[in-house]
């Protein structure tokens, strides 16, 4: 039910939970409203280029990039994983 912190961590306030609580607030959208919104929506969603369907498979681990110290490297310069261990 807590919200864990996040870019849209601000709407969910001011209790900040996933649930929220009852109102006795009075509904003000008109069923001609929400139609028009869902249409919007379901016809954005059908312009949408699909997933294609792959199995998931376990990575090696060579594939995944050591980006620690990444920052701190001048993106213009580049060395072969040769030359990165033997500087470590």
């Known amino acids: 039910d807590n919200i864990p912190y996040n870019d849209y961590f601000h709407y969910y306030g001011p209790n900040f939970k996933l649930h929220l609580r ?6 003000r959208n008109t069923k001609e409203q929400l139609e028009k919104h869902k249409i919007m929506v379901l016809e954005n969603l059908s312009h ?6 792959v199995q998931m498979q376990r990575v090696p681990p060579d594939y ?17 994983k040769e030359e990165k261990h033997r500087d470590h």
């Open 22 to 27: 009852e109102t006795d607030m009075e509904n």
């Open 48 to 53: 949408l280029e699909h997933a294609p369907s």
């Open 64 to 80: 995944f990039i050591d980006s620690e110290g990444e920052d701190e490297e001048d993106p213009d310069i580049r060395f072969s």
